[in-house]
């Protein structure tokens, strides 16, 4: 792969009270086990979070509040970084995403090196 750029994919979802069955959890771990192992094996894969429910939100006047933000009804459930020739390339792998599934959303951004 030449002129490969670096992706993130953000992964949201609604969160919700219910929990899945073990026979749900079960194949959700093997989707994304296939969806994250594909890119993997296309050495493409950079690194990948899944983000937990615990969390503090720091606003501008440096106050807290405990919590996790959820805006219009989602909140950001974890990330992908990838390897791809374009955002169009990185797009299409985005697209076979298990959150998709779920009702969930993923967005594909640019990383610009901090260097």
Known sequence: MQNTKE???MFRFEPTNEQPTPEQLQEMQKQWGEF???IAMQG???NTYQLGFEGTQIFPDR???EGIQV???QTLSGNMVLKADSLE???ELAKKCPIL???GTVEVRSIIPMN
């Open 71 to 73: 805006a219009d009804g």
């Open 101 to 103: 599934l779920m009702g």
């Open 89 to 91: 390339v990185a797009t």
């Open 36 to 38: 994250i192992g594909n």
């Open 63 to 65: 106050t807290t509040k």
């Open 7 to 9: 992706f993130m994919l």
């Open 44 to 46: 493409k894969l950079v």
